[in-house]
C-alpha cells in the first residue's frame, strides 16, 4: 500500500488529505511541522510527502532538503504562495510537484499517483556514454567513476534525454514528460534544470546540445 506522510502546520487540511487518502486506497501519516516530519522518517519508511512551505520550527524549503538525505522520496510541495520564484525554487530542491491552496483533494490525490508511479517505474539498467554513466535502478550518475550530486528533476531530465537520445526535444515535451503533467509556467524552468545539468556533467556538458527553435536534445557522439 502507498504510504504518504502530510506535513503542514494546519489541522484541518491534515484531516482532509488523510481522509481523502483512505478514500483512495493510500495509508497516511501526518506531522506539524518539518521537524516533526524529520523525526517520523528517520524511523519510518514512506512513498509520497506532501509538505507545506509555511510552518513553524522549520520550513518547507528547509525541510525538503533534510528530507532528501534521509530518504530518496517523491514531494509535492503544498503552498497559499502562487509566485514562480518559489515554484522554481522547489524544483531546484529535487521537488515533484507543486500545488497551490485552496486545492482539490481529488486533484492532489490523482497528482499523488503520478508521482508515485513515475517514481517507482526505476528499470535495471545501465546507460554508458565514455565516461559518463548513469544507473537509472540506483538513480546515480558517475563521470570517470566519480559520482556525482544531482538533484532529482536533474536526473529526471537527464534520463529522458537519454533514452530520447538524438531526438530534438521541444520544451513543452519536456516539461509535460518530465514533470508528467502541464506545468503552467515558462521556459525558464527547463531552461535553468538544462543550465544546472550542463555545469553537474562537467566535461561531457556538450552531449546536451541546444536545437534552436526547438529545445535540446542528447547527442553522445557530436
Not at 158 to 175: G, K, P
Request: charged fraction near 30%; include cysteine.
Amino acid at each position: 500500500m502507498v504510504k504518504i506522510l502530510i506535513v503542514d502546520d494546519e489541522e484541518k487540511i491534515r484531516d482532509v488529505v488523510s481522509e481523502y487518502s483512505k478514500v483512495f486506497g493510500y495509508e497516511s501519516a501526518a506531522a506539524s511541522d518539518g521537524l516533526e516530519a524529520l523525526e517520523y522518517l528517520r524511523n519510518n519508511r514512506v512513498d509520497v510527502v506532501i509538505l507545506d512551505i509555511m510552518m513553524p520550527n522549520l520550513d518547507g524549503f528547509s525541510a525538503c532538503r533534510e528530507i532528501k538525505k534521509l530518504q530518496d522520496v517523491p514531494i509535492i510541495m503544498l503552498s497559499a504562495r502562487q509566485e514562480e520564484f518559489d515554484k522554481l525554487f522547489g524544483f531546484e530542491l529535487g521537488i515533484d510537484d507543486y500545488v497551490t491552496k485552496p486545492f482539490s483533494p481529488k486533484e492532489l490525490m490523482a497528482r499523488v499517483k503520478v508521482v508515485h508511479e513515475r517514481f517507482s517505474k526505476k528499470e535495471a539498467q545501465v546507460y554508458r556514454f565514455q565516461g559518463l554513466v548513469v544507473d537509472v535502478l540506483a538513480r546515480n550518475v558517475f563521470i570517470d567513476e566519480e559520482k556525482l550530486s544531482i538533484t532529482p528533476k536533474e536526473f529526471d531530465l537527464l534520463l529522458f534525454l537519454i533514452r530520447h537520445e538524438n531526438q530534438a526535444l521541444s520544451r513543452d515535451v519536456l516539461l509535460e514528460k518530465v514533470w508528467n503533467y502541464n506545468y503552467y509556467g515558462d521556459d525558464r524552468t527547463i531552461d535553468t534544470h538544462i543550465k544546472m545539468l550542463r555545469h553537474s556533467l562537467g566535461k561531457y556538458r556538450d552531449f546536451i546540445v541546444t536545437v534552436r527553435g526547438v529545445g535540446y536534445k542528447f547527442e553522445s557522439e557530436n
